[in-house]
């Protein structure tokens, strides 16, 4: 079945770099557009950014545009999401998400368990 | 677009029937998706495109509404349908696949 599995979270302070992956297994990760989705401490999910299946394509939420960069490596079915100038307001369980779809828009099929990110001084 | 479910919180018994609702800012045609949320899970899509379910969500789930208004009932809740439901449309381009803030269903 679908697996994927963030890992690289931690504390770090504001202004700092974090790089997050996801491993994904049990499906063919090139042929499916992936997300990454946060959820601050007690609040709601936020939509962050999409890569395409072939990575030509790249969107971002306006909250991160120009501080976080999504990348993936088909050959070792593997997510990334690079996060720059980190705020304390980055804080929060970062998701990847499989795209239910070749598309970049569509819903989001399969999730993991997420990784912890704090950004605090 | 801005999603906006309501009510926030809703308490209720096992076996009531509930309707949950969310409005987008703008019409999102039928892409539209439920999500629901346990404490310390992700979230698990329920259903897809106003109204298909997802292969193994229970009838009891089910979905309707089109252009702005959407609802997700549940037709008679079970204890382990407490939790928090996400409506997500993923309609707009360039891609900001937005959520809404979400709906508490809890034990009265």
Not at chain 1, 15 to 32: D, E, V, W
Not at chain 1, 105 to 117: A, M, P, R
Request: hydrophobic letters at 35%; a positive charge; glycine letters at 10%.
């Amino acid at each position: 079945q679908v697996r994927l599995v963030e890992s690289g979270g931690g504390v770090v302070k504001p202004g700092k770099s974090l790089r997050l992956s996801c491993a994904a297994s049990g499906f063919t990760f090139g042929t499916s557009a992936m997300h990454w989705v946060r959820q601050a401490p007690g609040k709601g999910l936020e939509w962050l950014a999409v890569i395409s299946n072939d990575a030509r394509e790249k969107y971002y939420a306006d909250s991160v545009k120009g501080r976080f960069t999504v990348s993936r490596d088909n050959f070792r079915n593997t997510l990334f999401l690079q996060m720059n100038s980190l705020r304390i307001e980055d804080s929060g369980v970062y998701y990847c998400a499989k795209g239910m779809t070749v598309m970049v828009i569509t819903t989001f099929d399969d999730w993991g368990q997420g990784t912890e990110l704090t950004v605090s001084s | 677009i801005v999603m906006t479910q309501s009510p926030a919180t809703l308490s209720v018994s096992p076996g009531e029937r509930v309707t949950l609702s969310c409005r987008s800012s703008r019409s999102v045609s039928n892409k539209l998706a439920w999500y629901q949320q346990k404490p310390g899970q992700p979230p698990r899509l329920l259903i897809y495109d106003v109204s298909t379910r997802v292969r193994g969500i229970p009838a009891r789930f089910s979905g309707s509404g089109s252009g702005t208004e959407f609802t997700l009932t549940i037709s008679s809740l079970q204890s382990e349908d407490f939790a928090v439901y996400y409506c997500q449309q993923y309609n707009n381009w360039p891609p900001n696949l937005t959520f809404g803030g979400g709906t508490k269903v809890e034990i009265k």
